[in-house]
Protein backbone atom coordinates (compact mmCIF):
# COMPACT_ATOMS: atom_id res chain seq x y z
CA UNK A 1 0.00 0.00 0.00
CA UNK A 2 1.54 3.35 -1.01
CA UNK A 3 0.72 6.36 2.10
CA UNK A 4 -1.21 9.12 0.84
CA UNK A 5 1.82 11.28 1.33
CA UNK A 6 5.25 10.88 1.22
CA UNK A 7 8.15 13.58 0.62
CA UNK A 8 11.69 12.47 0.30
CA UNK A 9 14.53 15.18 0.47
CA UNK A 10 12.30 18.35 -0.97
CA UNK A 11 14.06 21.59 -1.12
CA UNK A 12 12.23 24.47 -2.50
CA UNK A 13 13.25 27.85 -3.12
CA UNK A 14 11.19 30.56 -4.92
CA UNK A 15 13.22 32.51 -7.51
CA UNK A 16 13.18 35.86 -5.69
CA UNK A 17 14.31 33.75 -2.67
CA UNK A 18 18.05 33.73 -1.54
CA UNK A 19 18.28 30.69 0.54
CA UNK A 20 16.16 27.07 0.60
CA UNK A 21 12.78 28.20 2.18
CA UNK A 22 12.59 23.71 2.46
CA UNK A 23 15.95 21.96 3.72
CA UNK A 24 15.63 18.40 3.13
CA UNK A 25 12.46 17.76 4.17
CA UNK A 26 11.29 14.54 5.05
CA UNK A 27 7.67 13.41 5.49
CA UNK A 28 5.13 10.88 5.38
CA UNK A 29 1.32 10.89 5.89
CA UNK A 30 -0.61 7.67 6.53
CA UNK A 31 -4.47 7.22 4.84
CA UNK A 32 -6.52 8.53 8.11
CA UNK A 33 -4.23 10.27 9.61
CA UNK A 34 -4.09 13.92 11.20
CA UNK A 35 -1.29 16.00 11.07
CA UNK A 36 -0.91 19.20 12.14
CA UNK A 37 2.07 21.63 10.98
CA UNK A 38 3.14 24.46 13.37
CA UNK A 39 6.02 26.93 13.05
CA UNK A 40 6.90 30.72 12.96
CA UNK A 41 5.03 33.25 9.98
CA UNK A 42 7.53 33.10 7.10
CA UNK A 43 8.76 29.62 8.21
CA UNK A 44 7.25 27.81 4.87
CA UNK A 45 4.14 26.24 6.01
CA UNK A 46 1.83 27.44 3.36
CA UNK A 47 4.83 26.90 0.94
CA UNK A 48 4.74 22.86 2.25
CA UNK A 49 0.86 22.64 1.78
CA UNK A 50 1.21 24.26 -1.59
CA UNK A 51 3.85 21.85 -2.47
CA UNK A 52 1.76 19.29 -1.46
CA UNK A 53 -1.61 20.43 -3.54
CA UNK A 54 0.88 20.50 -6.82
CA UNK A 55 -0.34 24.08 -6.67
CA UNK A 56 3.62 24.28 -6.60
CA UNK A 57 5.19 23.52 -9.62
CA UNK A 58 1.99 23.13 -11.70
CA UNK A 59 1.07 26.94 -11.06
CA UNK A 60 3.45 28.46 -8.86
CA UNK A 61 7.13 28.14 -9.68
CA UNK A 62 10.48 27.88 -7.77
CA UNK A 63 13.56 26.24 -7.31
CA UNK A 64 12.16 22.00 -6.42
CA UNK A 65 14.46 19.20 -5.69
CA UNK A 66 13.30 15.80 -4.04
CA UNK A 67 10.43 13.78 -4.42
CA UNK A 68 6.66 14.20 -3.22
CA UNK A 69 4.65 11.88 -4.09
CA UNK A 70 0.70 11.51 -3.66
CA UNK A 71 -0.40 8.11 -3.61
CA UNK A 72 3.09 6.83 -4.62
CA UNK A 73 2.83 8.93 -7.71
CA UNK A 74 5.56 11.74 -8.05
CA UNK A 75 2.74 15.35 -8.12
CA UNK A 76 5.29 16.43 -11.08
CA UNK A 77 3.93 14.01 -13.16
CA UNK A 78 0.37 14.16 -12.07
CA UNK A 79 -2.02 16.55 -14.05
CA UNK A 80 -3.20 19.16 -11.57
CA UNK A 81 -6.71 18.35 -12.86
CA UNK A 82 -5.88 14.82 -11.25
CA UNK A 83 -4.49 16.04 -8.34
CA UNK A 84 -7.63 18.26 -7.39
CA UNK A 85 -9.81 15.25 -7.50
CA UNK A 86 -8.27 14.12 -4.83
CA UNK A 87 -6.74 16.76 -3.05
CA UNK A 88 -8.17 19.94 -1.40
CA UNK A 89 -6.96 22.97 -0.35
CA UNK A 90 -8.82 25.56 1.92
CA UNK A 91 -6.48 28.46 2.65
CA UNK A 92 -6.35 31.08 5.35
CA UNK A 93 -7.86 34.18 3.76
CA UNK A 94 -11.76 32.86 2.57
CA UNK A 95 -11.33 36.30 -0.41
CA UNK A 96 -9.10 34.37 -2.44
CA UNK A 97 -11.06 31.61 -2.80
CA UNK A 98 -15.12 32.11 -2.73
CA UNK A 99 -15.77 34.23 -5.89
CA UNK A 100 -19.22 33.08 -7.33
CA UNK A 101 -23.05 35.21 -6.81
CA UNK A 102 -23.85 32.83 -4.16
CA UNK A 103 -22.95 30.52 -1.26
CA UNK A 104 -25.41 27.38 -3.49
CA UNK A 105 -22.98 28.35 -6.74
CA UNK A 106 -19.68 28.37 -4.78
CA UNK A 107 -20.07 24.83 -3.70
CA UNK A 108 -21.52 23.55 -7.06
CA UNK A 109 -18.65 25.06 -8.89
CA UNK A 110 -15.94 22.09 -8.31
CA UNK A 111 -17.67 19.09 -8.21
CA UNK A 112 -19.47 20.63 -11.63
CA UNK A 113 -15.72 20.79 -12.53
CA UNK A 114 -15.38 17.25 -11.77
CA UNK A 115 -18.72 16.77 -14.33
CA UNK A 116 -20.88 15.27 -11.13
CA UNK A 117 -24.27 14.74 -12.30
CA UNK A 118 -26.50 17.30 -11.55
CA UNK A 119 -28.55 15.29 -8.83
CA UNK A 120 -25.46 14.77 -6.61
CA UNK A 121 -24.32 18.13 -6.61
CA UNK A 122 -27.62 18.97 -5.12
CA UNK A 123 -26.85 16.23 -2.61
CA UNK A 124 -23.54 17.51 -1.76
CA UNK A 125 -24.74 20.48 -1.41
CA UNK A 126 -27.04 20.09 0.75
CA UNK A 127 -24.81 17.91 3.04
CA UNK A 128 -22.05 19.84 3.23
CA UNK A 129 -24.01 22.86 4.15
CA UNK A 130 -25.96 20.98 7.09
CA UNK A 131 -21.87 20.07 7.99
CA UNK A 132 -21.36 23.70 8.81
CA UNK A 133 -24.53 24.88 9.57
CA UNK A 134 -25.02 27.30 7.02
CA UNK A 135 -28.10 26.07 5.10
CA UNK A 136 -29.78 29.09 5.88
CA UNK A 137 -27.24 30.88 3.64
CA UNK A 138 -27.13 28.86 0.60
CA UNK A 139 -28.69 31.98 -1.52
CA UNK A 140 -26.91 35.11 0.29
CA UNK A 141 -23.48 36.71 -1.74
CA UNK A 142 -20.40 35.38 -0.10
CA UNK A 143 -19.21 38.54 -0.15
CA UNK A 144 -22.11 39.47 2.78
CA UNK A 145 -20.80 37.09 5.15
CA UNK A 146 -18.38 37.32 8.27
CA UNK A 147 -14.93 36.28 7.95
CA UNK A 148 -16.08 33.41 9.82
CA UNK A 149 -19.04 32.37 7.96
CA UNK A 150 -16.60 32.64 4.71
CA UNK A 151 -14.38 30.16 5.90
CA UNK A 152 -17.19 27.70 6.72
CA UNK A 153 -18.21 28.46 3.05
CA UNK A 154 -14.64 27.76 1.91
CA UNK A 155 -14.69 24.53 3.81
CA UNK A 156 -17.84 23.06 2.99
CA UNK A 157 -16.77 24.29 -1.22
CA UNK A 158 -13.56 21.83 -0.92
CA UNK A 159 -16.05 19.17 1.10
CA UNK A 160 -18.33 19.16 -1.88
CA UNK A 161 -15.29 17.61 -4.13
CA UNK A 162 -15.06 14.76 -1.31
CA UNK A 163 -11.49 14.90 -1.35
CA UNK A 164 -9.47 11.99 -0.06
CA UNK A 165 -7.07 14.44 1.51
CA UNK A 166 -7.50 17.82 2.60
CA UNK A 167 -5.14 20.37 3.13
CA UNK A 168 -6.36 23.14 5.73
CA UNK A 169 -4.13 26.32 5.92
CA UNK A 170 -5.52 28.38 8.81
CA UNK A 171 -8.39 27.66 7.44
CA UNK A 172 -10.46 28.00 11.03
CA UNK A 173 -8.38 31.12 12.05
CA UNK A 174 -12.23 33.70 11.67
CA UNK A 175 -14.07 30.90 13.17
CA UNK A 176 -16.10 31.78 16.49
CA UNK A 177 -15.92 28.79 19.07
CA UNK A 178 -19.09 27.08 17.79
CA UNK A 179 -17.63 27.27 14.37
CA UNK A 180 -14.12 25.90 15.26
CA UNK A 181 -16.54 22.97 17.06
CA UNK A 182 -18.26 22.36 14.07
CA UNK A 183 -15.12 21.84 11.83
CA UNK A 184 -13.47 19.88 14.42
CA UNK A 185 -16.42 17.64 14.23
CA UNK A 186 -16.14 17.76 10.29
CA UNK A 187 -12.43 16.93 10.91
CA UNK A 188 -12.83 13.86 13.01
CA UNK A 189 -15.67 12.61 10.83
CA UNK A 190 -13.03 13.04 7.90
CA UNK A 191 -10.70 10.74 9.57
CA UNK A 192 -13.07 8.25 10.23
CA UNK A 193 -13.70 7.80 6.73
CA UNK A 194 -10.88 7.03 6.29
CA UNK A 195 -9.02 9.96 4.62
CA UNK A 196 -5.92 11.88 5.35
CA UNK A 197 -5.93 15.27 6.99
CA UNK A 198 -2.56 18.08 6.57
CA UNK A 199 -3.93 21.14 8.93
CA UNK A 200 -1.45 24.30 9.76
CA UNK A 201 -2.95 25.40 12.79
CA UNK A 202 -2.22 27.52 16.07
CA UNK A 203 -5.21 26.83 18.04
CA UNK A 204 -4.47 24.03 20.22
CA UNK A 205 -8.20 22.82 20.52
CA UNK A 206 -7.46 22.66 16.96
CA UNK A 207 -4.17 20.90 17.46
CA UNK A 208 -5.81 18.25 19.94
CA UNK A 209 -7.27 16.48 16.69
CA UNK A 210 -3.68 15.55 15.49
CA UNK A 211 -2.32 12.35 15.23
CA UNK A 212 1.03 13.94 15.40
CA UNK A 213 2.25 17.59 15.30
CA UNK A 214 5.34 18.75 13.54
CA UNK A 215 7.58 22.00 13.92
CA UNK A 216 8.76 23.64 10.48
CA UNK A 217 12.00 25.42 11.87
CA UNK A 218 14.90 26.60 9.66
CA UNK A 219 13.32 24.53 6.88
CA UNK A 220 13.10 21.22 8.21
CA UNK A 221 10.10 19.25 10.04
CA UNK A 222 10.68 17.80 13.39
CA UNK A 223 8.30 15.81 15.37
CA UNK A 224 6.77 17.92 18.45
CA UNK A 225 6.58 15.66 21.14
CA UNK A 226 4.51 16.32 24.19
CA UNK A 227 3.11 19.52 23.33
P1 LIG B 1 4.20 30.48 6.55
O1 LIG B 1 2.98 29.92 5.90
O2 LIG B 1 4.86 29.52 7.50
O3 LIG B 1 3.96 31.80 7.19
P2 LIG B 1 5.14 30.85 3.82
O4 LIG B 1 5.23 29.54 3.19
O5 LIG B 1 3.97 31.69 3.46
O6 LIG B 1 5.30 30.71 5.39
O7 LIG B 1 6.42 31.69 3.44
C1 LIG B 1 7.75 31.19 3.60
C2 LIG B 1 8.71 32.22 3.08
O8 LIG B 1 8.55 32.32 1.65
C3 LIG B 1 8.51 33.64 3.61
O9 LIG B 1 9.77 34.23 3.79
C4 LIG B 1 7.72 34.32 2.52
O10 LIG B 1 7.99 35.68 2.50
C5 LIG B 1 8.26 33.65 1.28
N1 LIG B 1 7.26 33.59 0.18
C6 LIG B 1 6.00 33.12 0.29
N2 LIG B 1 5.37 33.16 -0.90
C7 LIG B 1 6.27 33.66 -1.79
C8 LIG B 1 6.24 33.96 -3.19
N3 LIG B 1 5.14 33.71 -3.92
N4 LIG B 1 7.35 34.47 -3.75
C9 LIG B 1 8.46 34.72 -3.02
N5 LIG B 1 8.55 34.47 -1.69
C10 LIG B 1 7.49 33.94 -1.08
MG1 LIG C 1 1.00 30.56 5.90
Known amino acids: ?13 YKNSPDYILNAVDLTVFKGEIVALVGLSGSGKSTLLN ?3 GIIPHIRKGKIKGEVKLWGKETKDLKIVDITKRVGIVFQDPDTQLFSPTVEDEIA ?5 LMIEREEIERRIEKVLQAVNMEEYRYENPNNLSGGQKQLIAIAAILAMEPDILLLDE ?15 IIIDFKRQGNTLVLVEHHLESLSLA ?16 W
Request: overall charge positive; cysteine-free.
Open 109 to 113: FGPEN
Open 171 to 185: ALSQLDTNGKKRVGD
Open 211 to 226: DRVLELKDGKLKELKG
Open 1 to 13: MTNPIEINKLYFK
Open 51 to 53: IIS
